[in-house]
């Protein structure tokens, strides 16, 4: 069954270091979201990426973040200089044209900033 | 803007009987898409089941149902004959119906299947 992946499964930074979250979507998935949640809170949007551009970020989403999908395969979430409150599991996502409505999430990648 | 609201923080029953795990929503939207998404301790977000909102027929996927009450903005998960698999995380989530739309995620309740 075709899969999301994310590298890796756990990173810790030193606080005002760049950190780059990498993600492999679903081959033929269109739609590409990452989100993030902080250790016992709720799920939080963060962007969404169609067509090689930003669609819609959330307030979160400031200029120290920034997304790129560099080859056709990956997805990153790159974070310039972190701050101790960046600390949280980031989950990427992917859906496709058709079942857009059914996200299927990446295993997520624990980022700790110390 | 939506929201999505779990009154129900934790919640634990004993293997093999009855849970209902509640959810409201606030939308002004007509067409949309509710779920409930369930994280285990591995953490990765697992798809449960969806309700469309057009279809009155409550959605069921083996043990789990849904009681979705569209005009009091109410989308509860029924699980039958639970199981100690069943111990996780269960975020309800609201989507519109359009193409390329995030989730907006309730703040979770946490279920313990008790052996």
């Known amino acids: 069954e075709p899969e999301v992946t994310q590298t890796p499964s756990h990173q810790v930074t030193q606080m005002g270091q760049e950190v780059i979250l990498r993600c492999v979507p679903i081959?033929?998935?269109?739609?590409f979201y990452w989100y993030r949640q902080i250790l016992g809170q709720k799920v939080e949007f963060l962007v969404s990426?169609?067509?090689?551009?930003?669609?819609?970020k959330s307030e979160i989403f400031d200029d120290q973040f920034s997304v790129e999908r560099p080859d056709g395969s990956n997805f990153t979430l790159k974070i310039r200089s972190t701050k101790l409150e960046d600390s949280a599991m980031y989950f990427c996502?992917?859906?496709?044209?058709?079942?857009?409505?059914?996200?299927?999430f990446g295993q997520g990648t624990r980022l700790t900033v110390v | 803007a939506q929201t999505v609201t779990q009154s129900q923080p934790e919640m634990s029953v004993q293997e093999a009987e009855t849970v209902t795990l509640s959810c409201t929503y606030d939308?002004?939207?007509?067409?949309?898409?509710l779920f409930w998404y369930k994280q285990p301790p591995s953490r990765q977000m697992i798809l449960v089941i969806r309700?469309?909102?057009?279809?009155?027929q409550n959605a069921t996927e083996n043990r789990f149902s849904v009681n979705f009450q569209k005009a009091a903005k109410s989308f509860s998960l029924k699980i039958s004959d639970s199981q100690l698999g069943d111990t996780a995380m269960y975020f309800c989530?609201?989507?519109?119906?359009?193409?390329?739309?995030?989730?907006?995620f309730g703040t979770g309740t946490r279920l313990t299947i008790i052996p």
């Open positions: 996502a992917s859906s496709g044209r058709q079942n857009f409505w059914e996200a299927f």
């Open positions: 081959s033929n998935h269109l739609y």
């Open positions: 990426f169609y067509n090689n551009e930003i669609s819609e």
């Open positions: 939308t002004s939207e007509n067409n949309y898409y």
């Open positions: 309700q469309e909102a057009y279809k009155q």
């Open positions: 989530a609201f989507m519109t119906s359009f193409g390329n739309e995030k989730l907006t």
